[in-house]
Structures are given as C-alpha cells and as structure tokens.
C-alpha cells in the first residue's frame, strides 16, 4: 500500500464511530450500481418502520411466536 493510503487509513481509524459510520455508508452508496434499485428499498424500509410504529401489534416477541408455533399441530 501506498504512505498516502496508510496515512488515510489511520485517520479514518481515529475519527469517532459515528463518523466512521457515516463515512462507511457513503462508501457504500457509491459502490452502489443500481441507484433506482436502493432508493426503492430505502422506500421500502422506511415504509415498513412507519407501519410497526403505527401499528404496535406488528412487533412480535420472537419466543412468544417460536411457542406458538410449537403448539401448533402440524
């Protein structure tokens, strides 16, 4: 690797996480190929987190449904 490389590298690894995070999701979108692709999964998330914070009943409790479908017959 190149010293310039290096030296990005070790002050991208002593920014705060938060930055880090931030940084790293920048990266990703721009690797990212199809754009229309992950502007309507984006859409689609935000969606379904609006719907389970509308909804309370949407949020299931993951033993409680594993139970339920011991129970079950088969």
């Known amino acids: 690797m190149s010293t310039t ?6 002050q991208v690894l002593a920014l705060p996480a938060e930055q880090r995070q931030h ?3 920048q990266l990703i979108a721009s690797l990212d190929r199809d754009a ?6 984006d859409a689609e998330c935000e969606r379904r987190e609006a719907a ?5 009943d949407a949020w ?15």
């Open 36 to 41: 229309e692709w992950a502007l309507a999964w």
């Open 23 to 25: 940084l790293l999701n």
């Open 52 to 56: 389970m914070a509308r909804d309370g």
């Open 5 to 10: 490389f290096d030296h990005l590298e070790a």
């Open 60 to 74: 299931l409790d993951g033993g409680a449904v594993v139970a339920k479908l011991r129970a079950e017959p088969c």
